[in-house]
C-alpha cells in the first residue's frame, strides 16, 4: 500500500553532550517543545506519539505522556535501538493514513550519566544477563569483534577498509555542528588506535553520549497548510530476527525484503542519491551496503575502495558524521540518520548538504544479542519535487 498524502517533516536534533545530569524525560521533552514551536501548533494538536528511549526506564511512552502533560489518541513504543527511527516512520504513517493521528511527534533521546551505559548493559537483555555476561562478554565490543573477524576472513575485507569509512565520516561530521568529534582523523590514526578486542580498535567504536532527535509525521494537506517543508515516504521495511539459521550474521533482514522494497518504491539502488545507515561498528556499514543492492554479497570492500563518500564526493554516506564521529545517544542513533536525510530532502542540511539530493535511503539495525542484530529497517524517501 502506499504511503501517498503522508510526509515527514520538521527534523529537529538537540545538540549532543558526553554526559548529562539530566533525565531522558528532560531531552525528549526538549525535543517534543522543539517541535511545537517549529511547526507552529499547541501541544495538545499532537495526537499521536511515538516514542525511543533507553534510559527511560522505569517509564515507557505512557509514562511519558504524563511528564510531559499530553493526552494522545495514538501512542507507541519502540525499543528497537539502532531501527528504531525507521519503525517509527512507517508505524506512525500508517496511523496518519488510517486517520488515528493527525499529527505523529517521533522522539528519541537518552540520557548519559556517569554510569549509565553500564546499567544499560546490565539490563540489556535475558539472553544477555544468562549467556554472554557469565562468560565476560559485557558489551557490544565483544559481540562486534567476532562480526567483524568473521566478516573479514569470508570477504578479505581490511582495516584500511573500514578505515576508509571511518575517515570519511569524520570529514563529514567536521562540516555538522552538532558533531561531537571535532578533529580530523587520518587513515593512520585510525590504523594505530588503540585495541580494544581483535580486531575492533579505538575509532570503530561509537561514544555513548546524551541528546535527543525528533520529526512530525502528518498529512502532506496539514503540512503546507502549516508552512513546512515536507519529504514523501517511498518505501519502508522491517524485519525481526531474520536468518535463523546462519551460525554466524552475514546478512540482515533486508535481504529478505529487498526487492519488494525497490519495487513499491518505483526506484532502484542507482537512483539513491545518498544514504543513511546506522553506523555502531563499521562492519555493519559493509553489511548494509551489500544487503541493500548497492554491491553484491561480499563485495562492500571492492565497493568502498572505489569511493569517498564524503558530502562532496562519490556516495555520499552519513553525510552528519554519523555515530562513529557524532556519538551515540542511545536510542537516539536510530534517529540520526533520519533526521539528516529530512534534512538533506528539504534542502536545510546547510555545510553537509549533497547537492541536487532528491531520493535518499535511511538503514537501521539493532538489538545486539552475542551474534547478530534483531531489528533491521530501511526507508526511501524523496524530496517533494521528485
Given at each position: ?104 511527534a517521533c522522539l528519541a533521546g537518552d540520557t548519559n550519566h556517569v ?86 580498535h579505538l575509532f570503530d567504536c561509537v561514544m555513548p553520549c546524551a ?36 551460525p554466524m550474521q552475514m546478512r540482515g533482514g533486508w535481504t529478505m ?130
Amino acid at each position: 500500500m502506499s504511503y501517498q498524502g503522508v510526509v515527514a517533516c520538521l527534523p529537529v536534533s538537540l545538540p549532543y553532550v558526553r554526559y548529562s545530569i539530566r533525565s531522558a524525560h528532560w531531552w525528549l521533552g526538549r525535543a517534543l517543545g522543539a517541535l511545537v514551536r517549529g511547526a507552529g501548533v499547541a501541544k495538545h494538536d499532537i495526537d499521536g506519539l511515538s516514542v525511543s528511549s533507553f534510559t527511560l526506564a522505569p517509564d515507557t511512552a505512557v509514562g511519558l505522556v504524563q511528564h510531559l502533560d499530553m493526552s494522545p489518541r495514538w501512542l507507541d513504543h519502540i525499543p528497537m535501538g539502532g531501527a528504531s527511527g525507521v519503525v517509527a516512520l512507517r508505524r506512525a504513517a500508517r496511523a496518519v493514513q488510517a486517520g488515528d493521528a493527525e499529527i505523529v511527534a517521533c522522539l528519541a533521546g537518552d540520557t548519559n550519566h556517569v554510569d549509565s551505559f553500564r546499567h544499560t548493559l546490565s539490563q540489556f537483555s535475558r539472553f544477555a544477563q544468562d549467556a554472554v555476561y557469565p562468560y565476560g562478554a559485557g558489551g557490544p565490543n565483544a559481540s562486534f569483534a567476532l562480526l567483524t573477524a568473521n566478516y573479514m576472513r569470508q570477504t578479505g575485507a581490511t582495516r584500511e577498509d573500514f578505515g576508509k569509512l571511518c575517515v570519511a565520516q569524520r570529514d563529514n561530521a567536521l562540516r555538522y555542528p552538532h558533531a561531537l568529534m571535532k578533529k580530523p582523523l587520518s587513515l593512520q590514526q585510525y590504523l594505530d588506535a588503540r585495541l580494544i578486542t581483535e580486531p575492533i580498535h579505538l575509532f570503530d567504536c561509537v561514544m555513548p553520549c546524551a541528546g535527543a532527535d525528533a520529526f512530525l509525521v502528518m498529512s502532506e494537506e496539514r503540512a503546507r497548510r502549516l508552512g513546512l517543508p515536507a519529504v514523501r515516504i517511498l518505501s519502508t521495511i522491517e524485519r525481526h530476527n531474520a536468518w535463523t539459521e546462519d551460525p554466524m550474521q552475514m546478512r540482515g533482514g533486508w535481504t529478505m525484503d529487498r526487492d519488494a522494497f525497490y519495487e513499491h518504491a518505483g526506484v532502484a539502488p542507482t537512483d539513491v542519491d545518498f544514504m543513511q545507515a546506522y553506523d555502531d561498528y563499521p562492519v555493519i556499514n559493509m553489511m548494509q551496503i551489500e544487503d541493500l543492492g548497492f554491491c553484491a554479497k561480499g563485495e562492500a570492500p571492492g565497493f568502498v575502495r572505489e569511493h569517498s563518500f564524503t558530502v562532496d564526493g562519490s556516495f555520499p554516506f552519513n553525510t552528519n558524521g554519523g555515530q562513529l564521529s557524532v556519538g551515540q545517544a542511545g536510542a537516539a542513533g536510530g534517529y540520526l540518520g533520519m533526521v539528516e536525510a529530512l534534512r538533506q530532502l528539504t534542502g536545510t542540511a546547510g555545510a553537509t548538504q549533497v547537492a541536487d539530493a532528491r531520493i535518499g535511503l535511511v538503514s537501521g539495525f539493532g538489538m545486539i544479542n552475542y551474534d547478530r542484530g534483531l531489528c533491521t529497517g530501511a526507508a526511501l524517501l524523496a524530496r517533494s519535487d521528485a
